[in-house]
């Protein structure tokens, strides 16, 4: 069974934002240190930033996605830290 092409970059974008998601939360447990928690978000921002430019998104669809990326690291950081120090 051949998988597609868009069927494969859909999932490197999830896995992309599950490894924000999850950097995120080992940061805010104390799991990681700030260095690596720095260079986790970056790899997976470029691998994310690489899927949206294989999709040929338009510039307005880019732009909600990586809103969207950031919204949902702030929601998880909120649940982890609370919404005070998640603010600060």
Do not use: C, F
């Not at 599950?18 to 940061?27: P, Q, R, V, W």
């Not at 338009?58 to 909600?64: G, I, K, L, P, V």
């Amino acid at each position: 069974m051949k998988v597609s092409p868009m069927a494969t970059l859909q999932r490197r974008w999830e896995a992309a934002l599950d490894g924000i998601k999850s950097a995120e939360l080992e940061y805010a447990i104390g799991n990681l240190s700030e260095e690596d928690y720095r260079w986790l978000r970056r790899q997976y921002m470029r691998e994310a930033a690489v899927v949206m430019r294989s999709m040929e998104l338009e510039h307005e669809e880019e732009e909600a996605l990586l809103t969207r990326i950031e919204a949902e690291s702030e929601r998880v950081r909120a649940r982890v830290l609370g919404d005070d120090q998640a603010a600060g």
